[in-house]
Nanobody, 115 residues
Framework: QVQLVESGGGLVQPGGSLRLSCAAS????????MGWYRQAPGKRRELVAF???????KYADSVKGRFTISRDNAKNTMYLQMNSLDPEDTAVYYC?????????WGQGTQVTVSS
């Protein structure tokens, strides 16, 4: 069964950068469109970026131009480079299939943007 492990979160000042990683196992990773989701306190989980198996990408308007999603199919790993971070980006970040998710979710990685 699928296992997703997110890492790389932390506390960063506004304007700073972080790089998140998602390690996937139990699936043929290269076959799937994968995405990064986030959930802020009191808000619904939202899809912020996704990447097709061929490397094409899509972004939510709120992160376009600041976040870059990428994947390494040989390593079954996906990344999210986040630049120009804003306090509004504070959330727990998750990876999963997109837009139709697997039933199983990882524990997520907390990103906090604060001075």
């Amino acid at each position: 069964q699928v296992q997703l492990v997110e890492s790389g979160g932390g506390l960063v000042q506004p304007g700073g950068s972080l790089r998140l990683s998602c390690a996937a196992s139990g699936i043929i990773f290269s076959r799937y469109t994968m995405g990064w989701y986030r959930q802020a306190p009191g808000k619904r989980r939202e899809l912020v970026a996704f990447i097709f198996s061929d490397g094409n990408t899509k972004y939510a308007d709120s992160v376009k131009g600041r976040f870059t999603i990428s994947r390494d199919n040989a390593k079954n790993t996906m990344y999210l480079q986040m630049n120009s971070l804003d306090p509004e980006d504070t959330a727990v970040y998750y990876c999963n299939r997109a837009p139709y998710t697997f039933d199983s979710w990882g524990q997520g990685t907390q990103v906090t943007v604060s001075s």
